[in-house]
Nanobody, 126 residues
Framework: QVQLVESGGGLVQAGGSLRLSCAASGSTFSNYHMGWFRQAPGKEREFVAAIIWNGANSYYADSVKGRFTISGDNAKNTVYLQMNSLKPEDTAVYYC???????????????????WGQGTQVTVSS
């Protein structure tokens, strides 16, 4: 069992930056791929970014590519999402998720993830 706790959300003006953190406990961090998703009011939860367990590869939604960066610190069991050049359309609840290495499933899919955090609100004002 893995527990995930997000932090770092808040209110920021357009063009600003935030860094989200996701602290994992209950299992070895390196046994999981980690992802960030977001859900805006009235919309489905969507993929934002993911990182492979050893940090070798990372993946991004087209809408955040070049603005957001996902990274992990295995020693701290923490994954981060650095968000720069924020836009009002980035406003959403952001969720951290952990996916077991096997079975092999797309890291882009919400259904592939085994554990979820409670979410943290990010609001970008225009």
């Amino acid at each position: 069992q893995v527990q995930l706790v997000e932090s770092g959300g808040g209110l920021v003006q357009a063009g600003g930056s935030l860094r989200l953190s996701c602290a994992a406990s209950g299992s070895t961090f390196s046994n999981y791929h980690m992802g960030w998703f977001r859900q805006a009011p009235g919309k489905e939860r969507e993929f934002v970014a993911a990182i492979i367990w050893n940090g070798a590869n990372s993946y991004y939604a087209d809408s955040v590519k070049g603005r957001f960066t996902i990274s992990g610190d295995n020693a701290k069991n923490t994954v981060y999402l650095q968000m720069n050049s924020l836009k009002p359309e980035d406003t959403a609840v952001y969720y951290c998720a952990a996916k077991r290495l096997y079975p092999i499933r797309s890291v882009y899919s919400t259904g592939a993830y085994d554990y979820w955090g409670q979410g943290t609100q990010v609001t970008v004002s225009s």
